[in-house]
T-cell receptor, first 113, second 116 residues
Framework: AQSVTQPDIHITVSEGASLELRCNYS??????LFWYVQSPGQGLQLLLK??????LVQGIKGFEAEFKRSQSSFNLRKPSVHWSDAAEYFC???????????FGQGTTLQVKP | DGGITQSPKYLFRKEGQNVTLSCEQN?????MYWYRQDPGQGLRLIYY???????QKGDIAEGYSVSREKKESFPLTVTSAQKNPTAFYLC???????????????FGDGTRLSIL
């Protein structure tokens, strides 16, 4: 069965430090992968997506993610975190032939001044 | 601006009462979705619709009902059969499903439902 795992429930980084949020997926074919961000009490905003081609994808707000098929991973990175990046981050994979998304449990990012 | 509008932002339900959450989109999307979000559990799919007058159950459909009479609208009713309805409910839409499964879903700002 398809699944998404985000191993880190909560991460705290200092402002200006680099960030990496982990995402592992279980999927038989080439996956369609997404990262979303959610501010408290708000909906989800798409950061970036991968479905083919270059394995390093750029997104909004200075985020990027790298697809590694051998590791079944799609980790999200940012070189320098800003206080406004504090939010919850969700990794998701599209189910084959339906477009329905399977979400990970989310990672809450806290940014220290 | 195109987008998804959910209303109300906050909703309270009494015991034995049905309540309906509204979701409207002006993105001309064919597919619409309802998710439930609980702390530490990510998002779980309740119902989805690929086209007008058609919808399918998601992973946690029990105690919920939907309708899709118009392309723009996909209301969710939380019935009295849903014994633990307190959650944050998110509506989403996308261009389509099977053919466009690489296209992202766009989300509304959610409705928080609580029990009185």
């Amino acid at each position: 069965a398809q699944s998404v795992t985000q191993p880190d429930i909560h991460i705290t980084v200092s402002e200006g430090a680099s960030l990496e949020l982990r995402c592992n997926y279980s999927y038989g074919a080439t996956p369609y992968l997404f990262w979303y961000v959610q501010s408290p009490g708000q909906g989800l905003q798409l950061l970036l997506k991968y479905f083919s081609g270059d394995t390093l994808v750029q997104g909004i707000k200075g985020f990027e993610a790298e697809f590694k098929r051998s590791q079944s991973s799609f980790n999200l990175r940012k070189p320098s975190v800003h206080w406004s990046d504090a939010a919850e981050y969700f990794c998701a994979v599209a189910r084959s032939n339906t477009g329905k998304l399977i979400f990970g449990q989310g990672t809450t990012l806290q940014v220290k001044p | 601006d195109g987008g998804i509008t959910q209303s109300p932002k906050y909703l309270f339900r009494k015991e034995g009462q049905n309540v309906t959450l509204s979701c409207e989109q002006n993105l001309n999307h064919d597919a619409m979705y309802w998710y439930r979000q609980d702390p530490g559990q990510g998002l779980r799919l309740i119902y989805y619709s690929q086209i007008v007058n058609d919808f399918q159950k998601g992973d946690i459909a029990e105690g919920y009902s939907v309708s899709r009479e118009k392309k723009e609208s996909f209301p969710l009713t939380v019935t009295s059969a849903q014994k633990n309805p307190t959650a944050f409910y998110l509506c989403a839409s996308s261009i389509g499903t099977a053919t466009y499964s690489n296209q992202p879903q766009h989300f509304g700002d959610g409705t928080r439902l609580s029990i009185l």
